[in-house]
């Protein structure tokens, strides 16, 4: 089985910055392309950033300039830098990662959320 925890959310004010992580473990035996996605209340969940195994990057318009996605390809960890803080940013962060197995059948799984919550 394969796990997704993230980890850094919190309270922070406008303007300010956090950086989120997520670490994936169980029977790993390559951690493809990861992402982060997230989902504000009364809304549907939305990609905010991926980064792939040849760490490239693509982001949502709305974090663009704002947030960073790294990634630790030893630790099997994705992070996710984000500063200048809005109040829109406020969710639940997300991770997800395309995970292949010693058998070589390849999967995606998702992580149980992070809160992170923008005061004005």
């Known amino acids: 089985q394969v796990h997704l925890v993230e980890s850094g959310g919190g309270l922070v004010q406008a303007g300010g910055s956090l950086r989120l992580s997520c670490v994936a473990s169980?029977?790993?035996?390559?951690?493809?392309?990861m992402a982060w996605y997230r989902q504000a209340p009364g809304k549907q969940r939305e990609w905010v950033a991926v980064?792939?195994?040849?760490?490239?990057?693509n982001y949502a318009d709305s974090v663009k300039g704002r947030f960073t996605i790294s990634r630790d390809n030893a630790k099997n960890t994705v992070y996710l830098q984000m500063n200048s803080l809005e109040p829109e940013d406020t969710a639940v962060y997300t991770c997800?990662?395309?995970?292949?197995?010693?058998?070589?059948?390849?999967?995606?799984?998702w992580g149980q959320g992070t809160q992170v919550t923008v005061f004005s």
């Open positions: 980064i792939t195994s040849g760490e490239r990057t």
């Open positions: 169980g029977s790993i035996f390559r951690v493809n392309a």
């Open positions: 997800n990662a395309v995970i292949t197995h010693s058998s070589l059948y390849t999967q995606n799984y």
